[in-house]
């Protein structure tokens, strides 16, 4: 079953909330143990104000715009961000709020290339976010 | 720094077969809030990113290579992309390898871009994954 995107379309909007059980969680279940993002102390070390969110699981987190969107996640066949501002998260019950935007902003070939913004305090911390997505 | 242009190119051999299995699968999809059925039930396939989990372990080789002494707890990432041939799913037996794509230095710190490339044991091409690290060395080493 194929799915339709114009030029322009936007995709509906998501909030993540992001604590430090966010992050151990991701620790575990990526086996990526960097203690920048359990330690204050090792994050310092590296200049950053605390611990930081692992830019994959902002990166993981905000693709979900794009499969509840299109559905079936074997559509997304390209997706890649750059990391510009860390996701410094507090040791509270609160956390901090990312939020997600996306549109489309090409569609080729049966293929459709989403921009996907992702804000901080209205600071992007991703950049040239992108996927593409099999519409057929 | 340890590193330099000579190590452009450099390849690290292929890591051990990793075994995708539901419940990793399942446990990665809970960490990162999604909740999508297709990451269920008896055959599900893996979050996209989940391929990130896979690459990871190929980067093992860089942090282990005596000759860059660079350090994960040194390691800031800057940028990820992935381009799948098709997702992972449960069952697949999976290798990684990677090699050093490219180095801009920085003073103490220098880029180093890893594209790592993911395939099943039957060398069926899953996915290329390209990063780049932003490694600081320290100070008396600079």
Sequence with gaps: ?136 | MPISDAQVGRAYPATAPYLVSREKIAEFADAVGDANPAYRGSAPIAPPTFAAVLAARAWDGLFADPELDMKLAQTIHADQSFRWTRPLRAGDEVTATLRIDKLRARGASAFVTVAVTLATTDSEAICEAVSTLLHTWPKEDA
Excluded: Q
């Design chain 1, 1 to 136: 079953m194929s799915i339709t995107a114009e030029v322009g379309a936007e995709l509906p909007p998501l909030t993540l909330t992001f604590t430090r059980e966010h992050l151990v969680r991701y620790a575990g279940a990526s086996g990526d143990f960097n203690p920048i993002h359990w330690s204050d102390r090792s994050a310092a070390r590296l200049g950053l104000p605390s611990v930081i969110a692992h830019g994959m699981l902002t990166m993981a987190r905000a693709l979900r715009i794009v499969t509840d969107w299109c559905g079936d996640p074997s559509r997304v066949r390209a997706y890649g961000v750059r990391f510009t501002k860390p996701v410094p998260v507090p040791d509270d019950d609160e956390g901090v709020e990312v939020t997600v935007t996306a549109s489309v902003t090409a569609v080729a070939d049966g293929v459709a290339t989403v921009a996907i913004t992702a804000t901080l305090g209205g600071v992007k911390v991703l950049g040239s976010a992108n996927a593409e997505v099999r519409l057929d």
